[in-house]
Nanobody
Framework: QVQLVESGGGLVQAGGSLRLSCAAS????????MGWFRQAPGKEREFVAA????????RYADSVKGRFTISRDNAKNTLYLQMNKLKPEDTAVYYC?????????????????WGQGTQVTVSS
């Protein structure tokens, strides 16, 4: 079974940048759609970004469009999220997820595998 481990979170000032990584093991992610989700304290998990198996198509939440970039390196079995122009409202635990279904989706319940999360805190 595939295991996902996020890294790269931390504390950053508003306007700064972070690059999150999600390392997969146990299975190649080349056959899986991948996504990033986040959950702030007291709030439900929300969709952030998704990327097709090949990396040729992406989707973004309106709140991060133009600031975040999702990418993948199937040869390294790794998913990335480049976060620029960070805002305090981006503060959350960020999770990577994998989807074995035919179609790429933005719905968290449809993803099959999840990482443990990495904390991102943006100070004002």
């Amino acid at each position: 079974q595939v295991q996902l481990v996020e890294s790269g979170g931390g504390l950053v000032q508003a306007g700064g940048s972070l690059r999150l990584s999600c390392a997969a093991s146990g299975r190649s992610i080349s056959t899986l759609h991948m996504g990033w989700f986040r959950q702030a304290p007291g709030k439900e998990r929300e969709f952030v970004a998704a990327i097709m198996r090949s990396g040729g198509s992406t989707r973004y939440a309106d709140s991060v469009k133009g600031r975040f970039t999702i990418s993948r390196d199937n040869a390294k079995n790794t998913l990335y999220l480049q976060m620029n122009k960070l805002k305090p409202e981006d503060t959350a635990v960020y999770y990577c997820a994998a989807d074995a279904s035919l179609w790429m989706t933005t719905i968290g319940a449809e993803y099959d595998y999840w990482g443990q999360g990495t904390q991102v805190t943006v100070s004002s």
